[in-house]
């Protein structure tokens, strides 16, 4: 599998609804999708970078400039066997991971195709049919919030997700509990509370959840151990884990009962399994956050979350949801059971829809490698 070329472009997307977390509100994604070129085969992968440096330091412009500069240099011209022999060929770059995860996860598409299986049997999935759960933004009411809950759980979702902030999270969660007492319910704080807040967190003890993620910074695992041990309701951990290391200190420390593995915050498949089978080996169940990804990262969300420990509902819903165009082929449907079907087609089991995608591009470059 040689690495020919790589083209880099960024679409705009507008979103259906507007989401809101603890950093910001968004009515569309600017998105990076990366195409390697490799003997006539073409892997497609996603860069998750948020438009602006809020969630983690990278955003799509340090993105850009870092795989145009760095990331596709190291690779290019180069012949593979697998698509994780790229993973040391990037090492040298610290960080950025979501920029290195586009690279790797188009590499894992393109591996896949050449020996015509599925992405999702590629990287070691067994689960054929995966639990969809739902995760819904601040809304300009408590009363939206509701019309919208009513809405996910009637298409048949697993898990609804709020997210919360001071201000916006027990009496919100008053409500939802109060009107659906069974439901499983789970909270995101996005690093919006700290330590000195602990009486605060105890009220969500309350609700039954399933969990609440990231409720302390985005950085931290040693004062999640210590929120940890105050409180009832398992933390789940998300913007905390970068690597399997992060994974195994936070459950020595027990920081968390439950880790959200987002395959291009951990910089691409290759890491997201290592942390899955940590978790794996300490009976730790993990499950597949979502970044308002296109088509194309959605699907590789999909696979991810065939491994056999993606034991709790993810943030893999819809299409619709999100897009009333998106740019994949067939567009990710959910049924009405809250699953969706895996596909037994080679790759990730999506066609591009090339016509789509150039309709939203706003930029583009192809990198070559060079000829010496």
């Known amino acids: 599998m040689k690495i020919e070329a790589i083209t880099l472009r960024e679409i705009q997307m507008p979103l259906v609804h507007f989401f809101e977390t603890s950093f910001k509100r968004i009515f569309g994604r600017q998105i990076l999708l990366l195409t390697v070129h490799c003997d006539g085969l073409e892997g497609w992968g996603e860069c998750v970078a948020g438009e602006d440096p809020f969630y983690s330091p990278e955003w799509t412009e340090t993105a850009w400039p870092t795989i145009k500069n760095y990331l596709a240099p190291a690779v290019l011209g180069r012949t593979l066997s697998t698509a994780r022999e790229c993973v040391p060929l990037m090492a040298r770059v610290r960080g950025h991971d979501m920029a290195k995860a586009a690279i790797e996860n188009a590499l894992w598409d393109a591996e896949a195709k050449e020996k015509n299986v599925p992405l999702w049997q590629l990287l070691g999935g067994t689960l054929g049919e995966i639990s969809c759960g739902v995760s819904i933004g601040i809304q300009d009411s408590i009363e939206q919030l509701i019309e919208k809950v009513q809405v996910e759980l009637a298409a048949g979702y697993r898990r609804i997700k709020l997210k919360v902030k001071p ?161 994949i082929e067939p567009e990710v449907e959910v049924t009405p059971q809250g699953t969706i079907v895996v596909s037994p087609k080679p790759g990730t089991g999506y066609t591009i829809r090339q016509s789509t995608v150039e309709k939203f591009t706003v930029r583009k470059e192809t990198f070559r490698a060079s000829v010496k």
């Not at 905390?240 to 915050?265: F, P, T």
């Open 167 to 327: 201000g916006w999270d027990i009496r919100v969660l008053e409500r939802i509990r109060s009107r659906w007492p069974d439901i499983l319910l789970s909270c995101d704080a996005n690093s919006a509370y700290t330590l000195d807040e602990i009486e605060h967190l105890r009220k969500f003890d309350q609700f039954n959840l399933l969990m609440i993620e990231q409720p302390l910074w985005h950085d931290d695992i040693y004062y999640h151990s210590r929120l940890q041990s105050e409180l009832r309701t398992a933390i789940c951990l998300d913007e905390s884990i970068h690597h399997a290391r992060d994974a195994a200190k936070a459950l020595d420390l027990g920081a968390c009962r439950i880790i959200n593995i987002k395959v291009g915050r951990v910089g691409g498949f290759s890491e997201a399994k290592k942390i899955h089978d940590v978790c794996a080996s300490r009976n730790i169940p993990v499950w597949c956050g979502g970044m308002l990804e296109s088509g194309v990262g959605r699907s590789h969300n999909i696979a991810l979350s065939t491994l056999h420990n993606f034991r709790l509902p993810g943030d893999v819903s819809a299409s619709k949801r999100y897009w009333k165009e998106d740019i």
